[in-house]
């Protein structure tokens, strides 16, 4: 998943690995009693929207052992952004404990960038926006991997 992706897969694990039922998205329900997706902290004194969400690139360090990681071949990332809301840390030991990890975060914000379900063939999602800056001749690494494991995945069928 990407941006909406991810925080859309965040608050399903939320309801149904974690049995909060009314997780949701700050942006999408305002009075969610578990707002796993909130409003980014900066963002909070916002009213002219305009150009004022988060926009452009980021630092991102991946962990070492991830899917994430793999595909890019290294642990330290650049990526685009476009977004207001985020994942929202104060829940962050929950998923972790339940096997969401956070494999991907800013140095600079804490920001969670990517999880990942452990154990799982493929199960990425990223806040950022890989599509940004992948081409038809030099694609994201995320979408490379992504296809490669769907077809290692395919052949065991």
Not at 60 to 66: A, F, V
Not at 114 to 122: A, R, S, T
Request: hydrophobic share 40%; proline share 4%.
């Amino acid at each position: 998943g990407i941006c909406l992706g991810m925080q859309c897969a965040v608050i399903e694990f939320a309801r149904h690995a974690l049995g909060l039922a009314d997780a949701n998205s700050s942006e999408m329900e305002q009075t969610t009693s578990h707002p796993v997706i909130d409003l980014m902290e900066e963002q909070k004194g916002v009213t002219a929207k305009g150009g004022t969400m988060r926009l452009g690139a980021y630092p991102c360090t991946l962990k070492k052992g991830s899917k994430v990681a793999a595909a890019y071949g290294k642990l330290n990332i650049s990526e685009r952004h476009r977004h207001r809301y985020e994942f929202n840390n104060d829940y962050l030991e929950q998923f972790e404990a339940a096997g969401m990890k956070a494999v991907g975060v800013n140095p600079d914000t804490n920001l969670v960038e990517v999880v990942e379900i452990e154990n799982h063939p493929w199960f990425v999602g990223t806040q950022y926006h890989p599509e940004y800056k992948s081409t038809v001749l030099s694609p994201s690494p995320l979408f490379v991997a992504f296809v490669k494991a769907a077809l290692a995945y395919a052949e065991k069928k």
